[in-house]
Structures are given as structure tokens and as C-alpha cells.
T-cell receptor, first 116, second 113 residues
């Protein structure tokens, strides 16, 4: 089975530019999560969706960040305008709901974002 | 406020010996705990988990122990292998919080051959 697929793997762009990160969750998973990993803050949750609906975006740092999930197989995380402090590795993860059972999240390989 | 703490940034173990990675948490609402392994340039890979109704879960060479009264969990790897060298993250979630994962800072494990 294919895992969580993220694109691009690497992105280098100049500050002020719009950045779009993409994620395809595992088929059948109804939860999707976006994380950011930095040296200072470790792995932190930005936002998560359930059945394509945003449930909690309290981790989104600023209005410059937005995320969408137009369907069950695709999500985007956008940064506009981007700033050097947004440089980090961004991970997408997905999981499925099983009644009365906890299920782990499965991660993609991340997008390494560098804002110059 | 770090709710999940991994106080050892790194650990070095000889091949064949036991590796013990520790994790402490502060939020008593957490009811599900996980360990992830991460290699460079890859995403975290789920390793093993434990529900708060249990105190031990075993999967091959990996065993997770949970001490709820001490708010402490540990991951035991026996025997350790060079391929186990990676960053290990402890994570916790609570059903009341929508199963959001809170991660520790990670411990770098080096298994020497």
C-alpha cells in the first residue's frame, strides 16, 4: 500500500513568494494532520482535518498560513507571503477511525522548505 | 509548557545490549502513547503504542512500559541492532483533545557494532 505522499520534497524560494505544499493521505484514512518540525520547537501540530473538515487550526502560526482539504485524497498547506522564519520541515500525516480503538498516525517523508 | 518530555537528547548502546528510552508526561488526560522512529530525510515511522488501560505492550524486540502513577513510559529494545540507530520520539494523545499528538523532543539512539 502507498503511504502518505508529500510534494515537493524540497522547496527553496525567496521571501515574499507563495509556497504550496501538497499531501495525499493513505486511502481510507479520514484524519489528516499537518506538522512542522524545527530545531527550536520540535514537531508541532499546525492543523488537522476529519472527513475533509478542519477541526483544529490552533497551531497555525499566523494568517499567512492556510490549509485546505478539497477532497479525501488531497490537502494543501499554503504560506503567503513566505518569510525566512518559515524555513522548516513540514510533515503530513493521516490516520483512520476505528471505533473503540486508538489508531496511530502515519507520516509522509516531509517537505524541506527553505525561504531565502 | 512541555507536556511530553524526553530528557535524554542522546543514548549510545553496544550492539546486542538493551536500549532503554524514557519519556515523561504531565497531562493526566493523556490516554494513548506512541513511539516513533525517524531516520534522516524521512518521516517518523510508527513503532509501537500503548493504551492507558495497559502497563506493557510488546512487539518483537520492542516493549513499551507505562507507569501511570509516575506519568512515565519507556521503550526497551532488546537486542539492539545498528539499524536501530535513529531518533526516537515519544508522543501522547487524549481522546478528549481529538487525538491530537503531542510529541517529545526526541532521543538520538546510536547502536555501536
Amino acid at each position: 500500500d502507498a503511504g502518505v505522499i508529500q510534494s515537493p520534497r524540497h522547496e527553496v524560494t525567496e521571501m515574499g513568494q507563495e509556497v504550496t505544499l501538497r499531501c495525499k493521505p493513505i486511502s481510507g484514512h479520514d484524519y489528516l494532520f499537518w506538522y512542522r518540525q524545527t530545531m527550536m520547537r520540535g514537531l508541532e501540530l499546525l492543523i488537522y482535518f476529519n472527513n475533509n473538515v478542519p477541526i483544529d487550526d490552533s497551531g497555525m502560526p499566523e494568517d499567512r498560513f492556510s490549509a485546505k482539504m478539497p477532497n479525501a485524497s488531497f490537502s494543501t498547506l499554503k504560506i503567503q507571503p513566505s518569510e525566512p522564519r518559515d524555513s522548516a520541515v513540514y510533515f503530513c500525516a493521516s490516520s483512520r477511525t476505528v471505533p473503540l480503538s486508538n489508531q496511530p498516525q502515519h507520516f509522509g517523508d516531509g517537505t524541506r522548505l527553505s525561504i531565502l | 509548557d512541555q507536556q511530553v518530555k524526553q530528557n535524554s537528547p542522546s543514548l549510545s548502546v553496544q550492539e546486542g545490549r538493551i536500549s532503554i528510552l524514557n519519556c515523561d508526561y504531565t497531562n493526566s488526560m493523556f490516554d494513548y502513547f506512541l513511539w516513533y522512529k525517524k531516520y534522516p530525510a524521512e518521516g517518523p515511522t510508527f513503532l509501537i503504542s500503548i493504551s492507558s488501560i495497559k502497563d506493557k505492550n510488546e512487539d518483537g524486540r520492542f516493549t513499551v512500559f507505562l507507569n501511570k502513577s509516575a506519568k512515565h513510559l519507556s521503550l526497551h529494545i532488546v537486542p539492539s541492532q545498528p539499524g536501530d540507530s535513529a531518533v526516537y520520539f515519544c508522543a501522547a494523545s487524549a481522546h478528549e483533545y481529538g487525538n491530537k499528538l503531542v510529541f517529545g523532543a526526541g532521543t538520538i539512539l546510536r547502536v555501536k557494532s
